[in-house]
């Protein structure tokens, strides 16, 4: 099964954007590996990509001493995939709604709408040590 032998796979780096392309090559192996169909791995990448870059630029707040935590882990429907970092932490209901009236017009504030609309489930946790976002997408044929 490659990189996801004993059905799961973690891996840690620096809070740097230059790990932007590893860690999609990295989800794009994985969800071949699983089987995703084209449409599903795209999502898997773009969805990565976002909170990869939201771990980095919002949690870490772009410090190279802290770190960025990914998680994959095979389960019985799909593929679970953890995100975290060593930031302060967020509340999901204080991120704005990047489809309200006052905010269509924003470049930017859309990453987790978006991620949301991309995977069959996602949560988030905080604690003191930093924020965690969980997503999953059900294997291709399931869907």
């Given amino acids: 099964m490659g990189l996801l032998k004993k059905g799961e796979y973690r891996v840690v780096f620096p809070s740097h954007v230059k790990y932007l392309p ?14 995703f169909n084209e449409d599903d791995r795209d999502d898997l990448s773009i969805a990565i990509t976002e909170l990869f870059n939201n771990a980095l630029h919002h949690g870490n707040r772009d410090d190279e001493s802290k770190k960025i935590v990914v ?23 204080n991120v704005r709604d990047p489809l309200a009236e006052e905010n ?4 930017s504030g859309r ?25 999953f997408k059900k294997f291709s044929q399931l869907n």
């Fill in 71 to 93: 998680t994959f882990k095979v389960l019985s429907k799909g593929l679970q995939i953890s995100v975290q970092d060593e930031g302060g932490g967020f509340r999901r209901e």
């Fill in 111 to 135: 990453g987790l709408f978006l991620v949301e609309q991309l995977v069959d489930k996602i949560s988030y946790h905080t604690s003191p040590a930093g924020s965690e976002v969980i997503i």
């Fill in 104 to 107: 269509i017009m924003k470049t």
């Fill in 22 to 35: 590893r860690i999609e090559q990295l989800t794009t192996k994985i969800s071949e590996e699983l089987h």
